[in-house]
Nanobody, 131 residues
């Protein structure tokens, strides 16, 4: 079972930037999809971005495309989410999650970014965008 821990959340003004990190352990292969999700109060959890642990392919929700950048460092078992031009509507608890384990699954998981497809989750980190 992969274990995950997020860090880097906080309070930032609109237009500002934050960088989230997800540290993982327990990976048994490279064929994982590592996703970032967020959940705002009263709303469903939504997929934000995803990266393939094996080849680094990246995927983004339309709402963050051009503002957020996901990256990985397999040597350190970390995935980062650089968030720029933040908006109040980006306020949420952000979670990293892992799914897959087989080569044929990663593209599908990252394309769909459906939370129920991801089996391991971190505890979440709060991001608040407010003036």
């Amino acid at each position: 079972q992969v274990q995950l821990e997020e860090s880097g959340g906080g309070l930032v003004q609109p237009g500002g930037s934050l960088r989230l990190s997800c540290a993982g352990r327990g990976f048994t292969s490279d064929y994982y999809a590592i996703g970032w999700f967020r959940q705002a109060p009263g709303k469903e959890r939504e997929g934000v971005s995803c990266i393939s642990r094996s080849d680094g392919s990246t995927y983004y929700a339309n709402s963050v495309l051009g503002r957020f950048t996901i990256s990985r460092d397999n040597a350190k078992n970390t995935v980062s989410l650089q968030m720029n031009s933040l908006k109040p509507e980006d306020t949420a608890v952000y979670y990293c999650a892992v799914g897959g384990g087989h080569p044929t699954e990663v593209h599908r998981l990252c394309t769909l970014l459906t939370s129920t497809d991801f089996g391991s989750w971190g505890q979440g980190t709060q991001v608040t965008v407010s003036s």
